[in-house]
């Protein structure tokens, strides 16, 4: 996995990319969520189409935000939809949170 640091600014940047274009799967939330996905689907050669961005954040105790962002290309509506147990509509602009497992 490659690591970079990036300031507010570009994150922001970064964010309104990923949403406008609606090629990415977006969840916001745990990094257990983001591994098990990133395992199953993103390893190897398709890592470079999972990406997580880590923020600090103080929000009602809360210190350290996070989001990943797995392009669609790797892993269809269904596949994701079994995974969280969940239907997932087919159209290409589903963003939500994830929770995996029990």
């Not at 922001?12 to 990319?17: A, G, L, S």
């Not at 977006?26 to 257990?32: A, N, R, S």
């Not at 890592?47 to 269809?76: P, Q, Y």
């Amino acid at each position: 996995m490659k690591l970079e640091l990036v300031g507010e600014e570009e994150s922001i940047e970064m964010v309104n990319e990923y949403v406008n274009s609606r090629e990415w799967w977006i969840f916001p939330g745990t990094q257990e969520a983001a591994l098990i996905i990133e395992e199953k689907f993103y390893s190897g050669d398709a890592n470079v189409d999972f990406h997580v961005l880590i923020g600090m954040v103080d929000l009602e105790g809360l210190k350290v935000w996070g989001c990943s962002f797995a392009r669609k290309t790797r892993m269809s509506a269904k596949q994701l939809g079994d995974l969280v147990g969940m239907e997932i509509p087919e159209e290409k602009d589903v963003v939500f949170g994830t929770v995996i497992g029990d």
